[in-house]
């Protein structure tokens, strides 16, 4: 399984970026596909996930009401939508799979590649 991740940039407070994570070919319904995010110095932390099969989302508390997932199955992608950034959002952006969404980050066995997201005046 390989996963493209796309859409970062540098932003100012405010403002949206939307994120988009592709899997082609991947078509495990039983598996979600999430989002990390890891700032420097800091820990990785999930952000948010989407269950492929049945499309139930899950959210991080500090991006709930503002970030919304979503997924294309006829495209394989999963979409990150961010509205209001803040400066404490800025870090770099993974997205990874290898199970449900329950599964923890260490767990994973597939993860794409960062995108950066910078949110700053």
């Known amino acids: 399984v390989q996963l493209q991740a796309s859409g970062g940039g540098l932003v100012q407070p405010g403002g949206s970026l939307r994120l988009s994570c592709a899997a082609p070919g991947f078509t495990l319904d039983y598996y979600g596909i999430g989002w990390f995010r890891q700032a420097p110095g800091k820990e990785r932390e999930g952000v948010s996930c989407?269950?492929?099969?049945?499309?139930?989302?899950y959210y991080v508390d500090s991006v709930k009401g503002r970030f919304t997932i979503s997924r294309d199955n006829a495209k394989n992608t999963v979409y990150l939508q961010m509205n209001n950034l803040r400066p404490e959002d800025t870090a770099a952006y993974y997205c990874a799979t290898g199970g449900p969404c329950s599964t923890p980050a260490a767990y994973l066995d597939y993860w794409g590649q960062g995108t950066q997201v910078t949110v700053s005046s």
């Open positions: 989407i269950s492929l099969g049945d499309g139930t989302t």
